[in-house]
T-cell receptor, first 113, second 115 residues
Framework: AQSVSQHNHHVILSEAASLELGCNYSYGGTVNLFWYVQYPGQHLQLLLKYFSGDPLVKGIKGFEAEFIKSKFSFNLRKPSVQWSDTAEYFCAVRRSNDYKLSFGAGTTVTVRA | NAGVTQTPKFQVLKTGQSMTLQCAQDMNHNSMYWYRQDPGMGLRLIYYSASEGTTDKGEVPNGYNVSRLNKREFSLRLESAAPSQTSVYFC??????????????FGPGTRLTVL
């Protein structure tokens, strides 16, 4: 069974600090990768996605993620966070020939002003 | 475009009551999904509909039924609610399962409490 692991349950940062959230998956085949963000009281919004090509993917709001196939990882980064980045972040993985989107448990990010 | 909409936003039920959660999308997507979100568990797929007229079970279908009413609408029904179904329910849609670049877009969610 495919599983998605997000290493950090809760991350607390100060504004302007750099953010990196880890995501690893267990499936060895070709995968499609996603990061979603859920701001307090809101629905999930797509931050970025990877299907193929350049393993460094840029998304909205200054986020980027790097796909490292050898490490089965798709870590999310932002060089300088803002208070408005306080949210829950979900990594999701789908085998390229499947419909099923498997989610990690999520990482809560709290940015202190 | 409103994207994916869900009603109601909040609901409180007593054990054994029934209710239907409504979902609609205006993006002309073929595929639709129902998830539940529980603390520390991410999102788990309840049911999905690859296209109008088809529905299939996901990871956690027990206690739920679905109807793909037409291309736009996909409803989730709890026939006899149980406290274990207390959760936040999200509907999602995507252009078409099987597309290499298929991406799911989510609705605002329904927070359900079963007493």
């Amino acid at each position: 069974a495919q599983s998605v692991s997000q290493h950090n349950h809760h991350v607390i940062l100060s504004e302007a600090a750099s953010l990196e959230l880890g995501c690893n998956y267990s499936y060895g085949g070709t995968v499609n990768l996603f990061w979603y963000v859920q701001y307090p009281g809101q629905h999930l919004q797509l931050l970025l996605k990877y299907f193929s090509g350049d393993p460094l993917v840029k998304g909205i709001k200054g986020f980027e993620a790097e796909f490292i196939k050898s490490k089965f990882s798709f870590n999310l980064r932002k060089p300088s966070v803002q208070w408005s980045d306080t949210a829950e972040y979900f990594c999701a993985v789908r085998r390229s020939n499947d419909y099923k989107l498997s989610f990690g448990a999520g990482t809560t990010v709290t940015v202190r002003a | 475009n409103a994207g994916v909409t869900q009603t109601p936003k909040f609901q409180v039920l007593k054990t054994g009551q029934s209710m239907t959660l409504q979902c609609a999308q205006d993006m002309n997507h073929n595929s639709m999904y129902w998830y539940r979100q529980d603390p520390g568990m991410g999102l788990r797929l309840i049911y999905y509909s690859a296209s109008e007229g088809t529905t299939d079970k996901g990871e956690v279908p027990n206690g739920y039924n679905v109807s793909r009413l037409n291309k736009r609408e996909f409803s989730l029904r709890l026939e006899s609610a149980a406290p274990s179904q207390t959760s936040v329910y999200f509907c999602a849609s995507s252009e078409a399962q099987g597309l290499v670049t298929d991406t799911q877009y989510f609705g605002p969610g329904t927070r359900l409490t079963v007493l």
